[in-house]
Every structure is written in structure tokens, then in C-alpha cells.
């Protein structure tokens, strides 16, 4: 490798360690909704470059982190129960979808792959306390995320599977809001026993009752969120 090659490798890893703090900043709520983020103060927080940050934040901006506003600069997209609704709206149009597909071409190994995902999202859950920490918190989502997109897994569209990604992670700003300013154990506690409602009607192939379920758990965290989205992030 020249020293070209080195430099632009190089340009490239601390512009993708960027773009992961930034978001990752940004989806648990540290990054508020409307703030802007100035590239100097951001570079400044990360101890990563000018450049790498600019690139970072143009990636999170097509991704629909970011908006990015002619003359004016770079600002954490905006939040709002309009928004809120028409996401959760998608999602269970589009996830249904392909929960159906996914249970049509389900197999042993994929059923075991679930039954995994879900007792490691079970084990962590178990280990979240009322205020839990971000470390904890960051490693829920993870398994949450997991859980949810190995249910979809065997829809046959990755194209699908990339926007149910793209949403879910848009979705997990508003949870982690909403927990930020006010927690709740009694939404945590309804949330486990609705993940193994949906792994029991999976694992038995009942399509209907997953594709219910799963509409219902997307309804339920919707109403939990409205009060704090109208009162707090509007």
C-alpha cells in the first residue's frame, strides 16, 4: 500500500468512526432534536477532524439524522407526533409484510436463530434497572434491533429488510427521548411480555396472530409516546 492508499484508508476509517458516534449520540438522545451541530464543536467532542466530521454528517443527512440547510449548516433532524405517527404507519405496513413473508419461508435454523435473539434480549432486559445506565441501555437496543430484524430475516427482499432497518432506527430516537425524561418500568415490563407473545406465534408458523401482535406492540409504545412527544419534543 502507497502512502496514497494509506491516507485515503485512513480518511475513510475516521470518517466511519465519526458517522457511528454522531449517530449513535443522535439516536440516544444525547443530540437533541433541532440542535445544531457545529462541525468545529462536533470535531472538538470526538477528537476526529474537520473533514472526517463533514463527511460523517453529509452520510447522516442522506440517512435522515441530519438536515442539512443551505447557508445555515448542520442540524439534528427534528422530531414530531405527526412524524411519529406516520412512521409507526410504514413500519406495520411494511413489517407485516414481511414478518408474513418471513414465517412463509421459515426454517429450523431460523427458528433457532430466534429463540436465541430473543433470551439475549430477555437477559438484558432482566438486567436493566429503573435507571439504567447508557452502556446498558446502548446494549438493549442492540439486542431489541436484533430480535425484531431476525423476525423479518426470511422475507427474500433485502431491499425491504433495509428499510425496516432505516426505520426502526428512527424510531429508536423516540424511545430514547421519551426514557430520558421519563422513564418507565411498567412500558419496559409490557414490552417483554409482548416480544414473547410475537417468538411464540413465529416459532408456531401463525402468521395472522404474529403480524397482530407485532401491529399492536408498534400501537402500544405509539401511545406511551404521545404525551412526552407533545409536551416535550414539539
Request: glycine content about 6%; some cysteine.
Amino acid at each position: 500500500m502507497n502512502a496514497a492508499d494509506k491516507a485515503l484508508g485512513d480518511a475513510k476509517t475516521l470518517s466511519e468512526k465519526a458517522h457511528e458516534c454522531i449517530r449513535r449520540d443522535i439516536l440516544n438522545g444525547e443530540l437533541f432534536p433541532g440542535e445544531k451541530l457545529h462541525i468545529e464543536a462536533i470535531s472538538e467532542r470526538y477528537g476526529i477532524g474537520i473533514a472526517p466530521v463533514r463527511d460523517a454528517l453529509n452520510r447522516l443527512s442522506s440517512e435522515g439524522l441530519v438536515d442539512r440547510k443551505s447557508q445555515r449548516g448542520f442540524f439534528v433532524a427534528g422530531i414530531s407526533m405527526t412524524a411519529l405517527e406516520e412512521l409507526v404507519k410504514t413500519r406495520i405496513w411494511l413489517e407485516t409484510l414481511a414478518l408474513r413473508e418471513s414465517i412463509r419461508n421459515a426454517t429450523e435454523d431460523w427458528e433457532e436463530q430466534l429463540v436465541l435473539a430473543y433470551h439475549r434480549l430477555a437477559r438484558t432486559h432482566r438486567r436493566l434497572p429503573a435507571e439504567a445506565g447508557r452502556e446498558l441501555s446502548e446494549e438493549w437496543e442492540l439486542r431489541h434491533k436484533e430480535f425484531h430484524m431476525l423476525l423479518l430475516d426470511r422475507c427474500g427482499s433485502g431491499w425491504l429488510l433495509g428499510f425496516c432497518s432505516t426505520m426502526m432506527d428512527q424510531a429508536v430516537r423516540y424511545r430514547s427521548l421519551s426514557m430520558n425524561v421519563h422513564p418507565s418500568i411498567q412500558r419496559r415490563e409490557g414490552a417483554a411480555a409482548e416480544h414473547q407473545a410475537l417468538l411464540n406465534a413465529a416459532i408456531d408458523r401463525d402468521a395472522d396472530r404474529a403480524c397482530a401482535l407485532l401491529a399492536d406492540h408498534y400501537t402500544t409504545t405509539l401511545e406511551g409516546l404521545r404525551g412526552v412527544i407533545e409536551q416535550d419534543r414539539t
